[in-house]
């Protein structure tokens, strides 16, 4: 038996911390008989070790009351759950170095969280930066039906002098367009972290914002999880959001 000093000797865990997992029932020593001392099993060492490395991986204490009640099979599960998310963070941390060792007196570009959203889409033809009158027709057509638009999207899908996009409109889950014959695809965009610029002005210039973007992208060493889309907020058709992305958030 050790009492709570010989014990955090013993374990290199101070006794206020000590004191914290009793609290929160992770560790719990027993009491003396007479003066209620506190003392611990031998064997509680590695148990104080392994509590003291999950909160050092930044898991929760709610995690790790549940994790220590678990069988074996869950805590295995449990175990590749945590890996999982670590993993995500330590690559949301990698995309936040990038863009702040990143050429400081760059500052159009910008990291954009995209969210997740129903998307439905229809393919056009014309030339680029000529297809304000397609996103136009998409959004009448979905007024037709009384469905609002939260955001519009241009996604190139092939061509150098006469493009072929695909033209995309966020809309309400609850929204019915099963009458539409525009729309040729949908799907449920999933949140991603991008890298970014805005744009307003003569549209017939965008491509030399494209190209800026993606050599800003190839510069810092990121890597592209998706294609470069425009987004239009709303229906203001004036200015656009021009992102890539780089980095899954999220599930699938």
Same mark, same amino acid.
Do not use: C, W
């Given at each position: 038996m050790l009492s709570i000093q010989e014990f955090s000797k013993r374990s290199g865990i101070p006794k206020s911390t000590l004191r914290f997992? =009793? =609290?929160? $029932?992770?560790?719990?020593?027993?009491?003396?008989e007479g003066n209620g001392y506190r003392v611990y099993q031998e064997e509680q060492i590695d148990l104080a070790r392994l509590i003291v490395s999950l909160r050092l991986a930044n898991v929760p204490i709610s995690d790790i009351q549940t994790y220590l009640l678990a069988t074996e099979p869950a805590q295995e599960q449990m175990k590749q759950s945590w890996i999982r998310l670590l993993n995500q963070q330590k690559a949301l941390l990698d995309v936040q170095i990038k863009f702040l060792e990143s050429n400081s007196s760059i500052k159009e570009f910008f990291l954009y969280e995209r969210k997740r959203e129903r998307v439905v889409w229809f393919l056009a033809e014309g030339h680029q930066g000529e297809f304000?009158?397609? @996103?136009?027709?998409? !959004?009448?057509?979905?007024?037709?039906?009384?469905?609002?638009?939260?955001?519009? +999207? @241009?996604?190139?899908a092939s061509g150098t002098e006469t493009v072929k996009a695909w !033209? $995309?409109? #966020?809309?309400?889950?609850? /929204? %019915?367009? /099963?009458?539409? *014959?525009?729309?040729?695809?949908?799907?449920m965009i999933n949140e991603a972290l991008c890298v970014a610029t805005t744009f307003?002005? %003569?549209?017939?210039?965008? #491509?030399?914002? +494209?190209? /800026? @973007?993606?050599? +800003?992208?190839?510069?810092?060493? +990121? !890597? /592209? *999880?998706?294609?470069?889309?425009?987004?239009?907020? $709303? %229906?203001? @058709?004036?200015?656009v959001t021009m992102m890539i992305p780089v980095m899954k958030l999220g599930g699938e």
């Open positions: 997992y =009793e =609290e929160k $029932g992770l560790l719990m020593p027993n009491r003396k304000g009158a397609a @996103l136009l027709r998409g !959004i009448e057509e979905l007024n037709k039906y009384n469905v609002a638009v939260r955001n519009s +999207y @241009l996604q190139y !033209i $995309g409109f #966020g809309i309400d889950n609850s /929204s %019915d367009i /099963s009458s539409s *014959t525009l729309f040729e695809k949908e799907e307003q002005g %003569d549209f017939s210039n965008i #491509g030399s914002v +494209y190209r /800026s @973007l993606m050599k +800003y992208v190839s510069d810092n060493g +990121y !890597i /592209s *999880t998706g294609s470069l889309m425009e987004k239009y907020h $709303g %229906d203001n @058709l004036k200015q």
